[in-house]
């Protein structure tokens, strides 16, 4: 009896040839890229590599030179708003909240552009999502000026939370934070990866979070991109890669890690 061999999965998101230009600049220069369902992967660059481009490319809101991102089997160019909202979470740098809407109406935000869920249905959804990002109930009423920066990360979270996305977007998100709230935000997007099933790419410059959270990581360097887990980046003969995985920040979050492991 000859034995099944189970195809590989679908990518949730595909990167073919994606160039990205500005005039005679050339940012990105025939990008491919594969994230698996329900992994954790980060995107780092040195400076001017063009990580906020390609995270842009990769939501849609950028339309690439050349090449195609394919988004759970289909062009992202080709899906529509209320679809994409659906698929989508998105986190943007210093959480990007209205200032003008309480945090619980920041989260029902979506709902409102993209549902007909009745207002109760909306607040009680509202309510859980606060709950699933660690915040209390009563924080619902606040106003973003009212809570802290780790807060402010956490309610933009559970925006991004609000219809149930496949896939999180995180840009910066320990940005701005002391060291206790950033271990707080990378829990929290652990908890959320473990227990939704949830695939997150992460666009960060924080080593702690790439080393320590994410399975495979992307480098954004020379216009191309490299991708493989931390432990293999660290072994790359690439000089800014060499540096930038063995810098003193580096050795000692690895040196951390270790002693997390009790190696």
Same mark, same amino acid.
């Given at each position: 009896m000859t034995a099944r061999i189970q195809a590989p999965a679908e990518p949730i998101l595909s990167v073919r040839g994606i160039v990205n230009r500005f005039?005679?600049? @050339?940012? %990105?220069?025939?990008?491919? !890229?594969?994230? #698996?369902?329900g992994e954790i992967i980060g995107i780092a660059g040195g400076s001017g590599s063009g990580k906020s481009v390609l995270l842009k490319?990769?939501?849609?809101? %950028?339309?690439?030179?050349?090449?195609e991102v394919r988004l759970n089997g289909k062009a992202v160019a080709s899906i529509g708003a209320a679809e994409k909202?659906?698929?989508?979470?998105? !986190?943007?740098?210093?959480?990007?909240?209205?200032?003008?809407?309480?945090?619980?109406?920041?989260?029902? !935000?979506?709902?409102?552009? %993209? *549902?007909?869920?009745?207002?109760?249905?909306?607040?009680?959804?509202?309510?859980?999502?606060?709950?699933?990002?660690?915040?209390?109930? =009563?924080?619902?009423?606040?106003?973003?000026?009212?809570?802290s920066g780790g807060m402010v990360k956490r309610a933009a979270f559970a925006r991004a939370l609000a219809l149930d996305p496949k896939i999180l977007f995180l840009d910066e998100p320990t940005s701005d934070l002391d060291p206790i709230a950033a271990s707080g935000i990378d829990a929290l997007i652990r908890q959320l990866n473990e227990s939704l099933g949830i695939? @997150?790419?992460? @666009? *960060? %410059?924080? !080593? *702690?979070?790439?080393? *320590?959270?994410?399975?495979?990581? #992307? @480098?954004?360097?020379?216009?191309?991109?490299?991708? =493989?887990?931390a432990d293999m980046l660290m072994q790359s003969d690439h000089p800014w890669i060499h540096d930038y995985f063995h810098g003193p920040r580096a050795a000692g979050v690895m040196q951390a890690r270790k002693l997390s492991h009790g190696n």
């Open positions: 005039g005679k600049q @050339v940012v %990105h220069d025939k990008l491919n !890229l594969d994230i #698996a369902r490319t990769l939501v849609g809101l %950028h339309q690439p030179d050349a090449g909202a659906a698929l989508i979470g998105m !986190l943007f740098q210093q959480g990007a909240l209205f200032s003008s809407l309480s945090v619980a109406q920041n989260i029902m !935000l979506p709902m409102r552009e %993209h *549902t007909a869920l009745p207002d109760e249905e909306q607040e009680r959804i509202a309510a859980m999502k606060l709950a699933l990002a660690g915040l209390p109930a =009563d924080s619902g009423i606040k106003y973003p000026s009212a809570l695939t @997150v790419v992460i @666009v *960060t %410059h924080d !080593l *702690t979070t790439l080393l *320590t959270l994410c399975g495979r990581i #992307a @480098v954004l360097v020379d216009r191309k991109i490299t991708v =493989d887990t």
